[in-house]
């Protein structure tokens, strides 16, 4: 394959008698997976893995395309930083005291934010405080709306990562 990085990840679906699912992708740096006796993954992905499936919105493939096009998450800083490098930040324009905001910047990685941006929808049907966030900017561009809950979801996804505890739905009382 020359020069293509790979990793690969078994996703286990053991439902009513289901086999171990296989998840084949053949594009450069993301999840290429066999069989569950071929795949050797470090313990560290494996927890990842589990980490990111805890998340609300975020499944077995979305987390396997956040590894293998991300990495480990502990190596970006802050979430400003990630949420630049994902595209889920504000782009600005400055010069001298003129400053102007863009909405999200476009130089980003696309497919991460397109990740977020799907996972965001299902994130505000599974969980109660991602709802009410979005219902509380209701009335504005739906766009607009569905890219502040995927950055609300990139951020708590950085801190599920940095805290190794699994993600815990919240309840509005």
């Known amino acids: 394959m020359g020069g293509r990085s790979s990793l690969c990840i078994s996703i286990g679906a053991r439902d009513a008698g289901q086999q171990d699912a296989e998840l084949q992708v053949h594009r450069p740096g993301a999840a290429r997976c066999l069989h569950k006796d071929a795949c050797l993954l470090s313990k560290a992905l494996q927890e990842g893995l589990l980490s990111f499936k805890s ?29 630049g490098y994902v595209g889920l930040a504000p782009g600005i324009h400055q010069s001298g005291d ?16 397109s990740y977020f941006i799907e996972a965001s929808w299902q ?48 309840v509005i009382e």
Request: glycine share 8%; with cysteine.
């Open 98 to 113: 003129n400053q102007k905001s863009t909405g999200i910047t476009m130089r980003a990685h696309r497919l991460m934010r």
């Open 55 to 83: 998340i609300p919105g975020i499944g077995g493939i979305v987390a396997c395309g956040i590894i293998c096009e991300l990495g480990d998450l502990r190596r970006f800083n802050s979430i400003k930083h990630l949420a």
């Open 123 to 170: 994130a505000i049907r599974t969980d109660p405080i991602m709802q009410a966030y979005y219902r509380r900017h209701l009335g504005k561009n739906v766009k607009s709306i569905i890219i502040k809950v995927a950055r609300k979801l990139l951020n708590r996804t950085l801190a599920v990562i940095k805290t190794e505890t699994p993600y815990a739905i919240g």
